[in-house]
Nanobody, 127 residues
């Protein structure tokens, strides 16, 4: 059984920063790509960023490129999302997830590629 626990959410003013963390247990963390998704009220869950097993490759949705940075520490079984220059439209519940494909070479943006999900952490950006 895999458990993912997100933390670091909160209320921040536009232009501010937050750092989300996702601690994983129950699976060999370094064997799987990881992703961050978000879901705003009344909207579908959307891809935010993904990172490869080693951390050497990353992928971002266009709306966060240059502002958000995904990273991981395999020794701590943790993946991070550093969010800078935040905007009100970044307001959402943020989820981390593990990629279901242990031998995948590419990073996925589709939810179907991810199996285990955390409970989510609320991020609110005020204008």
């Amino acid at each position: 059984q895999v458990q993912l626990v997100e933390s670091g959410g909160g209320l921040v003013q536009a232009g501010g920063s937050l750092r989300l963390s996702c601690a994983a247990s129950g699976r060999r963390f370094s064997s799987y790509h990881m992703g961050w998704f978000r879901q705003a009220p009344g909207k579908e869950r959307e891809f935010v960023a993904a990172i490869s097993r080693s951390g050497g490759s990353t992928s971002y949705v266009d709306s966060v490129k240059g502002r958000f940075t995904i990273s991981r520490d395999n020794a701590k079984n943790t993946v991070y999302l550093q969010m800078n220059s935040m905007k009100p439209e970044d307001t959402a519940v943020y989820y981390c997830a593990t990629d279901i494909r242990p031998a995948a070479s590419s990073l996925a943006a589709g939810m179907a590629a991810y199996d285990y999900w955390g409970q989510g952490t609320q991020v609110t950006v005020s204008s």
